[in-house]
């Protein structure tokens, strides 16, 4: 029987963050002989990867043939943000069950895209389902060593500056590595109804009356849902005044949130004041997008611990969680 060509010019495109679509050229007179595609995917190491894993870990999918481009979507578990190199190989099948394959074609890199909005609404409806009920608070607060504010007083105007996100929390989150703003908590001791003394971050603590970050004028969106490998878990939430560049990246990225009504962070108006409310079972971790004065809050020195086990710099979320994951990627 006559040689297959190899398939070339491979494209790779419409790429989400668990699916991606292919197509390839090969000569017309193997079109209509062509029954089956080989398709050879594999995660590109890293310099952190297994040196002495095996090479020749069978990655190939086999798929009947059909028109081009084909979408390739759920044979594998792809995972987001994560650099895959493939390549295909053409086959027929004859009468004895064997192949008659073409050579390889040339291997094409891409990367994976982040979660996209339905993505984010499925990790917030698992959120949702361990949020418990929601206590009252008054102050957002940020910890960190005395040289951090003082940097901020001395050299930044007296603002603390919004960062990059680092890439704690889900693979896939949009806002990792992309999203600037400043880390703030808000949850509270049970029974006290303050902040809790100790901390991971450093023993002092700017604390700022809620109502300067979180009001009307605030839209609020739900970016992640992770744990460490523990019992607890972690919320990210974005706040960012209507209108900023912070707001206009969430919009197209992020669930928006009511800010009146939602189980995780609320802001209402109750007898003509505005009142502030956290889930009791989720750490949450809020990010607002711009410059914050420290002149609108207070800094002072706490009395706990330095907590550094509970610190989520750069966190990697549990895989296997099934409390915080969802099916399309880690």
Not at 60 to 74: D, E, Q, S
Not at 140 to 155: I, S, V
Not at 195 to 216: C, E, H, T, V
């Amino acid at each position: 029987m006559e040689l297959l060509s190899t398939p070339h010019s491979i494209e790779v495109n419409n790429i989400t963050c668990d699916s991606f679509r292919i197509s390839w050229a090969m000569e017309n007179s193997d079109l209509e002989r062509v029954t089956h595609y080989f398709i050879d995917l594999n995660k590109k190491e890293n310099k952190n990867s297994n040196k002495f894993k095996h090479r020749d870990v069978p990655t190939k999918l086999v798929a009947k043939a059909v028109p081009l481009p084909m979408t390739v979507r759920g044979h594998w578990f792809l995972s987001p943000r994560t650099e895959y190199s493939v390549a295909v190989q053409t086959a027929v099948k004859q009468s004895d069950g064997e192949y008659l394959v073409s050579g390889w074609s040339e291997t094409v890199e891409f990367c994976t895209g982040d979660y996209a909005k339905e993505h984010l609404a499925q990790l917030q409806e698992k959120a949702e389902q361990i949020a418990g009920r929601m206590l009252r608070f008054s102050v957002f607060y940020r910890n960190h060593h005395k040289e951090y504010f003082q940097h901020a007083r001395t050299h930044c105007g007296n603002m603390l500056q919004p960062y990059l996100k680092d890439n704690s929390g889900s693979h896939g989150s949009p806002t990792s590595g992309m999203l600037h703003g400043v880390f703030f908590s808000c949850n509270t001791e049970f029974n006290t109804g303050q902040p809790p003394q100790d901390s991971p971050y450093g023993r002092w603590r700017f604390q700022i009356p809620a109502q300067r970050l979180f009001n009307p004028s605030t839209n609020l969106y739900f970016a992640d849902f992770y744990c460490m490998y523990t019992a607890y878990h972690y919320a990210i939430l974005v706040l960012a005044p209507k209108g900023s560049l912070g707001d206009h990246f969430c919009r197209d990225r992020l669930p928006l949130l009511d800010i009146a009504c939602n189980k995780f962070l609320t802001c209402s108006v109750e007898d003509g004041e505005l009142v502030f409310r956290h889930a009791q079972d989720l750490i949450l971790e809020i990010i607002y997008t711009e410059p914050v004065d420290l002149s609108l809050g207070t800094l002072g020195e706490i009395s706990g611990h330095q907590l550094m086990s509970l610190s989520t710099a750069d966190a990697k979320k549990d895989p296997s969680c099934k409390t915080c994951n969802i099916s399309v990627g880690r």
